[in-house]
Protein backbone atom coordinates (compact mmCIF):
# COMPACT_ATOMS: atom_id res chain seq x y z
CA UNK A 1 0.00 0.00 0.00
CA UNK A 2 1.11 3.29 -1.07
CA UNK A 3 1.16 6.54 1.17
CA UNK A 4 -0.59 9.30 0.17
CA UNK A 5 1.37 12.59 -1.20
CA UNK A 6 0.67 15.13 1.09
CA UNK A 7 1.28 17.66 -0.91
CA UNK A 8 -1.72 16.90 -3.14
CA UNK A 9 -4.25 16.73 -0.86
CA UNK A 10 -3.25 20.11 0.22
CA UNK A 11 -3.91 21.19 -3.25
CA UNK A 12 -6.67 19.36 -4.65
CA UNK A 13 -10.06 18.02 -3.95
CA UNK A 14 -12.14 15.27 -4.76
CA UNK A 15 -15.96 15.22 -5.99
CA UNK A 16 -18.06 12.77 -4.84
CA UNK A 17 -18.68 12.47 -8.47
CA UNK A 18 -14.52 11.30 -8.96
CA UNK A 19 -13.87 15.41 -10.42
CA UNK A 20 -10.47 16.24 -9.63
CA UNK A 21 -10.82 20.19 -8.85
CA UNK A 22 -7.49 22.80 -8.45
CA UNK A 23 -7.82 26.31 -7.71
CA UNK A 24 -7.60 28.57 -10.70
CA UNK A 25 -3.89 30.14 -11.17
CA UNK A 26 -2.61 33.96 -10.73
CA UNK A 27 -4.27 34.57 -7.75
CA UNK A 28 -1.33 35.20 -5.34
CA UNK A 29 -0.30 38.74 -6.62
CA UNK A 30 -0.68 41.53 -9.16
CA UNK A 31 -3.91 41.33 -8.70
CA UNK A 32 -4.75 44.98 -8.93
CA UNK A 33 -3.78 44.57 -12.89
CA UNK A 34 -7.34 42.41 -13.13
CA UNK A 35 -10.87 43.84 -13.60
CA UNK A 36 -13.26 42.78 -10.40
CA UNK A 37 -14.93 39.79 -12.69
CA UNK A 38 -11.27 38.76 -13.29
CA UNK A 39 -10.64 38.37 -9.43
CA UNK A 40 -14.03 36.81 -8.36
CA UNK A 41 -13.98 34.33 -10.97
CA UNK A 42 -10.48 33.01 -9.59
CA UNK A 43 -12.23 32.42 -6.31
CA UNK A 44 -13.71 29.07 -7.88
CA UNK A 45 -12.21 25.59 -8.04
CA UNK A 46 -11.46 24.30 -11.39
CA UNK A 47 -11.98 20.99 -13.12
CA UNK A 48 -8.76 19.31 -13.63
CA UNK A 49 -8.17 17.78 -17.40
CA UNK A 50 -9.22 13.80 -17.21
CA UNK A 51 -5.41 12.81 -18.58
CA UNK A 52 -3.89 14.99 -15.12
CA UNK A 53 -7.00 13.91 -12.83
CA UNK A 54 -6.02 10.23 -13.76
CA UNK A 55 -2.30 11.04 -12.53
CA UNK A 56 -3.59 13.09 -9.14
CA UNK A 57 -5.62 10.36 -8.47
CA UNK A 58 -2.90 7.16 -9.02
CA UNK A 59 -0.96 10.00 -6.27
CA UNK A 60 -3.89 9.87 -3.65
CA UNK A 61 -4.35 5.80 -3.58
Same mark, same amino acid.
Given at each position: M *? *? $?RKSITKRFKITKTGKVLRRAIGTNHYLC *?? $?G? @? $?? @? *?RKWV? !??KPDAKKIKS !? !??
Open positions: *K *K $T *KN $TK @Q $TR @Q *KE !LA !L !LS
